[in-house]
């Protein structure tokens, strides 16, 4: 499975993105679908997770303002942010693994991942 992330930008505080996460090869509808970001400095973080059952956890952090959802016929994944924050600047990260168990804020969860889109919000 191939995963490529787009729609980052920079934005103002207070504003929204929508992420996508495309994918091609595998059979995409069984997988979960993990979004990480990181920060300059700072290691990766989980920021939420879609299964197959289009259940869906989020990290606390981004609780009410991230939504993820996912259109399987388009073989994709959308990350919405809302209510946009300085603190939410980052490179973005998709990354598919199986639909089954736990641990999905864990990076070995998942097997595959996108290259990562920018996302840069100003105060």
């Known amino acids: 499975v191939q995963l490529q992330a787009s729609g980052g930008g920079t934005v103002q505080a207070g504003g929204s993105l929508r992420l996508s996460c495309a994918a091609s090869?595998?059979?995409?509808?069984?997988?979960?679908v993990g979004w990480f970001r990181q920060a300059p400095g700072n290691g990766r973080e989980f920021v939420g997770v879609?299964?197959?059952?289009?259940?869906?956890y989020y990290a606390d952090s981004v609780k009410g303002r991230f939504t993820i959802s996912r259109h399987n016929a388009k073989n994709t994944v959308y990350l919405q942010i809302d209510s946009l924050k300085p603190g939410d600047t980052a490179v973005y990260y998709c990354?598919?693994?199986?639909?089954?168990?736990?641990?999905?804020?864990?990076?070995?969860?998942?097997?595959?991942w996108g290259q990562g889109t920018q996302v840069t919000v100003s105060s």
């Open positions: 990354a598919a693994g199986p639909s089954y168990g736990s641990g999905w804020s864990s990076e070995s969860k998942y097997n595959y």
């Open positions: 879609i299964l197959n059952d289009l259940t869906t």
């Open positions: 090869g595998g059979t995409f509808s069984s997988y979960a």
